[in-house]
């Protein structure tokens, strides 16, 4: 199980963190992924963190304002997001990926939503 | 950005097939890499219905097929129910991009 937090308003140009708590799974063998879905675009996939912690990939939407990061102690994958911008408004997702690279996502959580807007 | 293409929705009569494509290119579908679709309903988690181009998690019906031809791939499902109409997505992985890809969607409606 996934459980996303930390979503909320923000004014263009601010900064949110995202956490992804996860339970009933061996965390640190998985990598993270994170998606958001708009009403205009769907699905967009975000950002991904391997399993250890040791990279992370990034859409190109996202590229330099976002950071993922995890602490496999704390079962908790993070997403920092800086000079967001309205178009970063979205219903965020975090999910856990397959290990079988390229993965896919299962499960997912039930994401939080991000409003961008002065 | 999505550069996986799906139709924006197909419909169907209780009972019935409805398939729906899913076009990519030679840097995603067409470079070999695998093809899995998720169903969304509002409000709720996206959730997988079709991994590795034609596998079901458990717990999916066998109604719901996958297929993988080229640089596309195609979601079956067979004995439309009403419970069946949601948002569906592909995904992939583009080498190009040097990450996920996701489709445009395809609202099914009952």
């Known amino acids: 199980q996934l459980v996303e937090s930390g979503g909320g308003a923000v004014q263009p140009g601010g900064s949110l963190r995202l956490s992804c708590a996860a339970s009933g799974f061996t965390f640190g063998n998985y990598a993270i992924h994170w998606v958001r879905r708009t009403p205009g675009k769907g699905l967009e996939w975000v950002a991904s963190?391997?399993?250890?912690?040791?990279?992370?990939y990034y859409g190109e939407a996202v590229k330099g304002r976002f950071t993922s990061s995890r602490d496999n102690f704390k079962n908790t994958a993070y997403l920092q997001m800086n000079s967001l911008r309205a178009d970063d408004t979205a219903v965020y997702y975090c999910?856990?990926?397959?290990?079988?690279?390229?993965?896919?996502?299962?499960?997912w959580g039930q994401g939080t939503l991000v409003t961008v807007s002065s | 950005q999505s550069v996986l293409t799906q139709p924006p929705s197909v419909s169907g009569a209780p009972g019935q097939r409805v398939t729906f494509s899913c076009s990519g290119s030679r840097s995603n579908i067409g470079a070999g890499y695998d093809v899995h679709w998720y169903r969304y309903l509002p409000g709720t988690a996206p959730t997988l219905l079709i991994y590795g181009n034609n596998n079901r998690p458990s717990g999916v019906p066998d109604r719901f097929s996958g297929s993988k031809s080229g640089s596309s791939a195609s979601l079956a499902i067979t004995g439309l129910q009403a419970e069946d109409e949601a948002d569906y997505y592909c995904h992939s992985y583009d080498s190009s991009l040097g990450g996920y890809v996701f489709g445009t969607g395809t609202k099914v409606t009952v």
């Open positions: 963190i391997r399993f250890d912690g040791s990279k992370n």
């Open positions: 999910a856990k990926g397959s290990a079988t690279y390229p993965d896919w996502f299962d499960p």
